[in-house]
Structures are given as C-alpha cells and as structure tokens.
C-alpha cells in the first residue's frame, strides 16, 4: 500500500525551497540536499507519469478507470458535459 501522495511530494519540495531562503543554514549543504531532492522527486514525477499514461491507455482500450494511489484520485466519475 502506498503511503506517500503526490501531495506529499510538493509539501517536501516547497520545505526545501524555504530552507534554501533561510540565511542562517549553510548553502553549500542545502543545495547538495536541494539536488538530491530534486533527483529523487525527478524519478517520482516520471514514474507518476508511466501509471498516468498507463491508467489513460487502459481507460480507453476497456472504459474502465483503476486511478493509481500515488495519483490520490479516488472514486473518479465520469463528468458529464452540459451538452449531453
């Protein structure tokens, strides 16, 4: 069972960005955090993508929507436009 959200992932990114900004810590080491993080979360968009592309082609071969956990989207229904 996955435990970590796409949310979550910006929650990190936006905590490294405010230490980046505070100029009581040492920069050197926050950037050497900010590109591990950055690599990291790199791999974690990517492979949010793949199951996104994924979840999209099985939709349209089957019309069935298995939304992944990462992406947080639950109990997805279908929209209907006003024209209908």
Do not use: Y
Request: charged share 35%.
């Amino acid at each position: 069972m996955v435990r970590n959200k796409m949310s979550d992932l910006n929650n990190i990114l936006f905590e490294q960005l405010e230490r980046l900004n505070d100029d009581s810590l040492d920069l050197d080491q926050e950037l050497k955090r900010a590109k591990a993080i950055s690599n990291v979360s790199d791999k974690l968009i990517q492979s949010a993508d793949l199951q996104f592309r994924v979840m999209q082609l099985r939709a349209d071969m089957t019309g069935e929507v298995d939304t992944p956990e990462m992406l947080e989207a639950k109990d997805v229904k279908k929209i209907e436009s006003e024209d209908n």
